[in-house]
């Protein structure tokens, strides 16, 4: 069945995630927003679906909007992006976003007990259930009885218990976008069976790793004392079933772009100042799951070990500012840029940097030309839900076959077979690794990146959006059946 069949019988398709896909900005003067689109995954992952069918988006607009200019605002964005807006005062935000998502559940979920385990205050637990009501009173205000309710990801897991609550015949899905710890981590969090008792409200859930899906069943039996099945969890009366459902990229995106003029010119310049060097290139939000001071230290080994590659290898690393409020990140960004100064002091010298460090956003025609002129792209987070830069180097790769250095704790490491997989933690083996990748055989390359290439071109973001809301329609179909008898 193909989605735009769907229409026979549903309503919109309603997406509800915490941040809204566009940024504004106000021009007094002409009395006008205008709205620049984000272009994160999820974006990607709904644009088929946002063709095909009636849509809407709900979310938090991440900034204040003055009381009187709020009509004007959602008038506009509703016309022109199909969105509607949640509002949040700053305090409620703060430790909403910064406090319980950022601080608490985000390095729990990534298995960093340090950073989570001190931040858990009640207050911002509190601030949590607000949050989670203030979307959950736009969208049942929203809703009509035929429309499909897609939940994103941590910040909203208890949306759908109070939804549930507000509107019990609304047919509900929910996606973890990263991963679900092992129970014996899980369980460290004091308002866990809250958590789970939150999405447990849904008609089906979705993770990206059959491992995610493992963990919550068993979170959900040993703490709730649920039953379940590998397929799903039974609770209160229902069965919920789990899908996994990797979210991939899409590919044309990138080729389209690699194909312009511009990119062209950018591929060039890049070649001609990198000219006899071998490129390692690392893009990712400075942000501690990334693994960026393990992957420093790798390199440092590298030119320690292979001696050879002092003068002739680089690492270009792309560190995009995020939640810089948060303390850990701020401490971050003082241990990456010491480790970044150390190693360029250490190891270069007038006419040789090893290290090119940019801690700002990539414009996307110079962020398709990186992935394009590198020999090999080092993803080597510690703990990744997913991670979509390791797709989008191979789609920029074309011919040149460069190797994918891709860590086991990644959700992407279980579906992409032809990556070159390593453990981020045992640096030895990392810096064997960027050896390897650019001593291999053309054939070896070859053979892997034509692997991964099938792979991304079939598991594409739009096939992952249309197969979650084909799945999520038939299954609440099914259960509202089964209420009603
Ligand atoms: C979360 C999960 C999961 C990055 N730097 C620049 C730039 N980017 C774009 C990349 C990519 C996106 O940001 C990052 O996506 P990831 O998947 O790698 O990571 P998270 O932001 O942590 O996303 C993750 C994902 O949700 C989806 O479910 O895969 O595991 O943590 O698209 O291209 N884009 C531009 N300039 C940059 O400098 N233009």
Redesign the pocket.
Same mark, same amino acid.
């Given at each position: 069945q193909t989605i735009s069949a769907l229409k026979e019988h549903m309503g919109r398709v309603i997406v509800v995630s915490n941040r809204l896909p566009v940024s504004a900005s106000y021009d007094a003067d002409k009395d006008n927003w205008t709205f620049t689109m984000s272009? #994160?995954?999820?974006v @990607?992952?709904l644009e088929g679906v946002k063709k095909k069918l009636p849509f809407l988006w709900i979310g938090w607009t991440g900034q204040v909007i003055p009381k009187e200019q709020q009509k004007k605002f959602e008038e506009q964005l509703l016309a022109q992006h199909n969105c509607i807006p949640v509002y949040l005062d700053e305090k409620v935000a703060e430790e909403f976003y910064n406090g319980f998502s950022n601080g608490v559940l985000w390095p729990l979920f990534h298995y960093l007990l340090e950073e989570s385990g001190s931040s858990y205050r009640e207050h911002l637990w509190k601030s949590y259930l607000t949050a989670n009501q203030a979307f959950a009173d736009v969208v049942s205000k929203t809703m009509r009885a035929t429309d499909l309710v897609w939940v994103h $990801?941590y910040h909203l897991m208890k949306l759908p218990e109070m939804l549930r609550k507000m509107q019990p015949a609304v047919r509900l899905g929910f996606?973890l976008? +990263?991963?679900f710890p092992t129970s014996e981590i899980y369980q460290i969090i004091p308002v866990r069976n809250a958590l789970l008792q939150g999405v447990l409200n849904c008609d089906m859930i979705g993770f990206?790793t059959y491992d995610y899906a493992r963990h919550f069943i068993t979170a959900c039996s040993r703490l709730l004392g649920c039953e379940t099945t590998p397929a799903g969890v039974h609770y209160e009366g229902k069965f919920i079933p789990l899908v996994i459902s990797p &979210?991939g +990229?899409d590919p044309d995106k990138f080729e389209n772009e690699l194909r312009t003029d511009a990119v062209q010119k950018i591929i060039g310049d890049f070649q001609t100042s990198f000219k006899d060097k071998k490129v390692f290139l690392a893009?990712?939000?400075l942000?501690y +799951? %990334?693994g960026i001071p393990h992957r420093l230290r790798a390199f440092q080994l590298m030119l320690e070990t292979y001696p050879e590659w002092r003068g002739k290898a680089i690492l270009i690393q &792309?560190a995009?500012p995020?939640r810089t409020e948060v303390e850990q990140y701020k401490k971050l960004k003082i241990e990456v840029e010491t480790l970044v100064g150390h190693i360029n002091g250490e190891y270069g010298d007038l006419d040789y940097q090893p290290i090119h460090y940019?801690f %700002?956003?990539?414009?996307?025609p110079?962020?398709c030309a990186l992935y394009r002129i590198s020999d090999a792209a080092l993803?080597t987070?510690i703990r $990744? #839900?997913?991670?979509?830069? @390791?797709q989008?180097y191979i789609a920029c790769q074309n011919e040149k076959h460069g190797i994918l250095i891709l860590s086991e704790f990644? #959700?992407?490491a279980s579906s992409l077979s032809g990556a070159y997989l390593v453990n981020p933690w045992n640096t030895h083996a990392l810096a064997d690794a960027m050896h390897d990748a650019i001593t291999m055989t053309d054939e070896e390359k070859k053979g892997r990146f034509d692997v991964l290439s099938k792979y991304i071109h079939t598991h594409t973001a739009c096939n992952w959006g249309e197969s979650f809301i084909k799945d999520l329609d038939r299954v609440s179909k099914a259960s509202a059946l089964i209420n009603k008898t």
């Amino acid at each position: 069945q193909t989605i735009s069949a769907l229409k026979e019988h549903m309503g919109r398709v309603i997406v509800v995630s915490n941040r809204l896909p566009v940024s504004a900005s106000y021009d007094a003067d002409k009395d006008n927003w205008t709205f620049t689109m984000s272009s #994160g995954g999820l974006v @990607a992952g709904l644009e088929g679906v946002k063709k095909k069918l009636p849509f809407l988006w709900i979310g938090w607009t991440g900034q204040v909007i003055p009381k009187e200019q709020q009509k004007k605002f959602e008038e506009q964005l509703l016309a022109q992006h199909n969105c509607i807006p949640v509002y949040l005062d700053e305090k409620v935000a703060e430790e909403f976003y910064n406090g319980f998502s950022n601080g608490v559940l985000w390095p729990l979920f990534h298995y960093l007990l340090e950073e989570s385990g001190s931040s858990y205050r009640e207050h911002l637990w509190k601030s949590y259930l607000t949050a989670n009501q203030a979307f959950a009173d736009v969208v049942s205000k929203t809703m009509r009885a035929t429309d499909l309710v897609w939940v994103h $990801d941590y910040h909203l897991m208890k949306l759908p218990e109070m939804l549930r609550k507000m509107q019990p015949a609304v047919r509900l899905g929910f996606f973890l976008h +990263i991963p679900f710890p092992t129970s014996e981590i899980y369980q460290i969090i004091p308002v866990r069976n809250a958590l789970l008792q939150g999405v447990l409200n849904c008609d089906m859930i979705g993770f990206h790793t059959y491992d995610y899906a493992r963990h919550f069943i068993t979170a959900c039996s040993r703490l709730l004392g649920c039953e379940t099945t590998p397929a799903g969890v039974h609770y209160e009366g229902k069965f919920i079933p789990l899908v996994i459902s990797p &979210v991939g +990229i899409d590919p044309d995106k990138f080729e389209n772009e690699l194909r312009t003029d511009a990119v062209q010119k950018i591929i060039g310049d890049f070649q001609t100042s990198f000219k006899d060097k071998k490129v390692f290139l690392a893009v990712d939000r400075l942000d501690y +799951i %990334k693994g960026i001071p393990h992957r420093l230290r790798a390199f440092q080994l590298m030119l320690e070990t292979y001696p050879e590659w002092r003068g002739k290898a680089i690492l270009i690393q &792309v560190a995009v500012p995020s939640r810089t409020e948060v303390e850990q990140y701020k401490k971050l960004k003082i241990e990456v840029e010491t480790l970044v100064g150390h190693i360029n002091g250490e190891y270069g010298d007038l006419d040789y940097q090893p290290i090119h460090y940019l801690f %700002k956003s990539t414009p996307f025609p110079e962020l398709c030309a990186l992935y394009r002129i590198s020999d090999a792209a080092l993803v080597t987070s510690i703990r $990744d #839900g997913m991670n979509l830069v @390791a797709q989008e180097y191979i789609a920029c790769q074309n011919e040149k076959h460069g190797i994918l250095i891709l860590s086991e704790f990644a #959700g992407s490491a279980s579906s992409l077979s032809g990556a070159y997989l390593v453990n981020p933690w045992n640096t030895h083996a990392l810096a064997d690794a960027m050896h390897d990748a650019i001593t291999m055989t053309d054939e070896e390359k070859k053979g892997r990146f034509d692997v991964l290439s099938k792979y991304i071109h079939t598991h594409t973001a739009c096939n992952w959006g249309e197969s979650f809301i084909k799945d999520l329609d038939r299954v609440s179909k099914a259960s509202a059946l089964i209420n009603k008898t």
